[in-house]
């Protein structure tokens, strides 16, 4: 691949110490690893593509990314609550709030999860609401927004349980959150902000020895901060063989940018930059050579803004079921009785593929594109 031959040699020995593909790293050790803040649509409809676990942090997720995730093909998708950022941690000193969370929002972003779960079911993983490094507010917010978190269990869905640390220990607090909740959740192990110590995971984990554990924040990128991934995997299955192993890290955003020199880009970033040369190539080509739009009909209902269904079926000279249908659903028309196939249909959705991808779709485009050739069809 051309973006390949571009590295130099500071990019390949970077991608060397990334250890190259972590979904492939984290299935040798048998542990569901999700590429999570894979918020964007492009990241979403890119991971979906590949049918590997990803997340998302619900409080940057767009109507566009919910609309997408609600129609998500994955077996696993980790959605977290995004209370990460309510709490700054210092390195003297008690942790600070820096941005409540507050009621209206906590409803807010509980109403997307309840959208996700009626979705997809025992497919999606939901963090339950928490305070990092607060186990009073931790508790209170699970009795306060404990039926919603009910009712998504009801449906089907994973409840992960965040449990810290502090004064009471982590085997005792599990069991207040159990029994707050009313079930036995998924107990979540905070391993990047507000870490754990493997100390206490394995104290842990051979107390309760629970079905399954999720390591927040760890991913099989940490190959030099301590613990690394190999040690925490280690240890985990030393005390907890029967446990299934689930862990996530921000994987996309980990392979972005150009350096201090702004001369070597990352993966990620060199992949989109060939991408932008190949759309001002061939995206003005007949037919847009090499992305006519059947590289994208199972999605063509999320980048048809509704107002072009309009025009395309008033071009196509469409009656007013026909015109009632494609509004309704372009895939689902496309698919009736092979409309896909006639010549004119096909250059109609190929012109307005084709504005897409130049106008605001490029960016969809590019990085759902990018992901597959880096983690799909050109593995590294």
Same mark, same amino acid.
């Given at each position: ?178 029994? !707050? ?5 998924? @107990? ?5 902000? $507000?870490?754990?110590? /493997?100390?206490? *995971? %394995? ?119 026909? !015109? ?5 659903? @372009? ?5 009736? $009785?092979?409309?896909? /196939?006639?010549? *004119? %249909? ?35």
């Amino acid at each position: 691949m051309p973006w390949r031959a571009n590295l130099t040699g500071a990019d390949v020995a970077y991608m060397q110490t990334w250890t190259l593909d972590p979904f492939v790293i984290a299935a040798a050790t048998d542990v569901v690893y999700f590429a999570s803040g894979s918020n964007s649509p492009g990241e979403i409809l890119g991971f979906d593509e590949l049918d590997v676990p990803y997340g998302v942090a619900i409080d940057h997720v767009s109507p566009s990314a919910l609309y997408l995730l609600q129609r998500a093909r994955t077996e696993h998708l980790f959605v977290d609550s995004g209370a990460y950022s309510e709490v700054e941690f210092h390195k003297d000193g008690p942790p600070t709030v820096q941005k409540l969370i507050t009621h209206d929002e906590w409803v807010r972003r509980l109403a997307m999860y309840d959208k996700i779960a009626r979705a997809l079911g025992p497919r999606c993983w939901l963090v339950a609401p928490d305070m990092i490094g607060n186990k009073e507010v931790t508790l209170d917010r699970l009795q306060r927004y404990g039926h919603h978190v009910r009712r998504f269990a009801r449906m089907g869905a994973n409840i992960i349980a965040p449990v810290q640390k502090g004064v009471l220990s982590m085997f005792d607090f599990y069991r207040f959150i159990s029994e !707050t909740l009313g079930f036995e959740p998924t @107990p979540g192990i905070p391993m990047k902000k $507000d870490a754990t110590t /493997l100390e206490a *995971v %394995v104290e842990f984990l051979a107390e309760l020895q629970p079905p399954t554990v999720h390591l927040l924040g760890l991913g099989p990128k940490r190959t030099r901060k301590r613990p690394t991934y190999a040690t925490v995997i280690k240890a985990v299955r030393e005390v907890a063989p029967n446990t299934a192993i689930l862990c996530d890290s921000v994987l996309v955003a980990s392979i972005v940018g150009r350096g201090k020199n702004k001369k070597n880009p990352r993966i990620m970033t060199a992949v989109l930059d060939e991408l932008m040369v190949e759309l001002a190539e061939d995206a003005y080509h007949d037919n847009a050579a090499g992305f006519d739009y059947t590289e994208a009909t199972e999605w063509v209902d999320e980048w048809m803004a509704p107002g072009e269904r309009k025009q395309m079926a008033a071009d196509l000279g469409l009656d007013r079921a026909d !015109t009632k249908a494609l509004v309704a659903s @372009p895939y689902d028309w496309l698919q009736a $009785d092979d409309r896909y /196939l006639d010549p *004119v %249909v096909d250059h109609a959705f190929n012109r307005r593929w084709v504005a897409y991808l130049i106008g605001p779709g490029a960016t969809v485009y590019k990085k759902a594109e990018a992901i597959l050739r880096i983690f799909g069809r050109d593995r590294l």
